[in-house]
């Protein structure tokens, strides 16, 4: 009898320090597990920021596209149905100064703006021959230059008036059915056949209010926009990248040109996607927080893992052995630093959220460690081990298309250092 319980009591001994590793890794997995819920933690405050936007958005004005005029000329055809023949431009250029503004909605930063926006179109003489028509059949009297704006009723808060050739013209929302083009305005012009013959000119100037977003549809065969602001990063989208731009601290500058050759010149009785067709800059406040935090929690599992494995190696190499209790305390810190880093990244810059919520939990766990341990140096080596790890995943974090390759050799080189530290461990 006695020799059987000797035997269990062998076998006990020799896998204890398996047993207590597979209990480690355990607890690293139940460790991970409160890490999705700071995730959904961070989606909430995500959409909260997307509300605020929203919210200022509705009472100032919203995304802003601009669709320099194109020309409307009604006609009759042989059953004396109307219809509508529309011209483009053939050059338009249009010049753009945006002055932008921080409002706040709580701890939400949202960027809007005022634009004081020039354009100059020409118009070769109109071919409105093509579409085999009498003169007499064409509607002179209604030709009328159609505009539009993706906000009108907030963005414009003042007459909108041209000049064509020299006259002046006004514009106003157009009568119901005059036109394909929903929600534009119209501004009558005096044209008939031998007018239509020869260059056409128009020029005009206003005001515009939006937010985040300028854009101008690209309706001339030659488009050039030059757009300037105070702002000092500028996304540039669109159809077609700047050709030249100057960013700087104080500002941009930025120029377009660009040809249209994806919509015809000439066209009747439907709508195309001009809005579609167009190019600008995105006006926003870089807020990245939100997203680096989400990816930098996807890296909580690693972090605890190999944070574990350092206090495994320690405890075994030099014989001071910790209790399970004191890994799940150091565990809840490592969770706790995504919770921080959330806080504290919504009023200040990720990197600087980053560096706090690290200092604060590598502290914390190295005084930990060294108080448990008795031991400055493992304390230090602790600390060492921590700060190469974060440094390690906001690297990652950094390098978005080189994520997947740093990861891997990441962890890589971490299963080479476990296995060389671990070589001369008696696991029995």
Not at 34 to 55: C, F, G, H, W, Y
Not at 181 to 206: C, R
Not at 251 to 259: E, H
């Amino acid at each position: 009898m006695q020799a059987e319980v000797s035997f269990v009591k062998s076998l006990f001994d020799k896998g204890k320090l398996f047993l207590k590793s597979v209990i480690i890794f355990v607890m690293a997995i139940v460790l991970w597990i409160p890490t999705n819920l700071i995730t959904d933690l961070v989606k909430e405050r995500e959409s909260r920021q997307k509300e605020a936007i929203a919210d200022i958005n509705s009472k100032w004005a919203g995304k802003q596209t601009v669709m320099p005029p194109i020309l409307a000329i009604p006609y009759l055809d042989t059953s004396k149905k109307r219809n509508v023949a529309y011209f483009m431009a053939d050059k338009v250029d249009v010049r753009a100064r945006v002055i932008p503004e921080i409002r706040y909605r709580g701890i939400y930063q949202v960027v809007v703006y005022r634009s004081e926006i020039s354009i100059k179109e020409n118009f070769n003489p109109i071919q409105w021959r093509q579409f085999k028509i009498m003169p007499e059949f064409i509607l002179w009297n209604e030709a009328a230059l159609l505009f539009k704006v993706s906000d009108n009723q907030r963005g414009i808060n003042e007459d909108i008036t041209g000049y064509w050739n020299e006259k002046d013209i006004s514009f106003s929302p157009q009568a119901s059915g005059f036109s394909h083009l929903p929600d534009a305005f119209a501004a009558p012009v005096q044209m008939n056949a031998d007018e239509a013959s020869v260059n056409q000119y128009f020029q005009m100037k206003f005001s515009l209010n939006g937010s985040e977003q300028l854009m101008f549809a690209t309706t001339a065969k030659e488009n050039r926009l030059q757009l300037e602001s105070d702002w000092h990063s500028p996304s540039f989208t669109g159809v077609k990248l700047p050709d030249t731009r100057t960013v700087k601290d104080s500002g941009f500058v930025a120029n377009w040109k660009y040809m249209n050759r994806t919509l015809p010149q000439v066209w009747e009785n439907t709508v195309y996607p001009l809005e579609q067709n167009s190019y600008g800059a995105d006006l926003v406040i870089t807020v990245d927080s939100y997203d680096k935090t989400l990816r930098s929690v996807k890296y909580s599992l690693l972090c605890i893992i190999l944070t574990f494995a350092a206090f495994f190696l320690v405890e075994t190499s030099y014989k001071r052995p910790l209790h399970l209790v004191q890994y799940g305390l150091a565990g809840l810190a490592l969770v706790l630093f995504y919770s921080l880093l959330l806080s504290i990244s919504e009023y200040t810059q990720f990197g600087a959220a980053y560096l706090i919520a690290g200092a604060a939990t590598v502290g914390l766990i190295g005084w930990f460690v060294g108080s448990v341990l008795k031991s400055s140096k493992l304390a230090i080596f602790i600390s060492m081990v921590l700060t190469v790890v974060y440094a390690y995943i906001f690297s990652i974090i950094q390098l978005e298309d080189y994520a997947l390759l740093m990861g891997s050799v990441g962890l890589f080189l971490a299963l080479a250092i476990i296995m060389y530290f671990s070589r001369k461990l008696k696991w029995s």
